[in-house]
């Protein structure tokens, strides 16, 4: 059984840095699709960030290009995602997810089989 603890949200004011961690167990294939989503209150969730492990590739979505860097420590099964010059928009919660480590969209929610519980980022002015 598949699962995705996060971990590492907080408050910060406007310029500062978070980072997200997500330990990750229960997988069966070589290879997965994991993923960084945040949803903002009134607003759908939307992906920030993605990588396959074990392949040099690696997603982002264009607001946190330049911003946030997403990386997979294989040895402690976990994925990060380092949030730098954070903006008052980046609030929201932040889920970690996992699927098919070959999407056609990795931005879509439903690419994704598995959730964890989410870990609330909030960034003030």
């Known amino acids: 059984q598949v699962q995705l603890v996060e971990s590492g949200g907080g408050s910060v004011q406007a310029g500062g840095s978070l980072r997200l961690s997500c330990a990750a167990s229960?997988?069966?294939?070589?290879?997965?699709?994991l993923a960084w989503f945040r949803q903002a209150p009134g607003k759908e969730r939307e992906g920030v960030a993605a990588l396959t492990s074990g392949l040099n590739a690696k997603y982002y979505a264009d607001s946190v290009v330049g911003r946030f860097t997403i990386s997979h420590d294989n040895a402690k099964n976990t994925v990060y995602l380092q949030m730098n010059s954070l903006k008052p928009e980046d609030t929201g919660m932040y889920y970690c997810?996992?699927?098919?480590?070959?999407?056609?969209?990795?931005?879509?929610?439903?690419?994704?089989?598995?959730w964890g519980q989410g870990t609330q980022v909030t960034v003030s002015s």
């Open positions: 997810a996992a699927g098919n480590p070959y999407p056609t969209n990795w931005r879509a929610a439903g690419t994704y089989n598995d």
């Open positions: 229960g997988f069966t294939g070589s290879r997965v699709l």
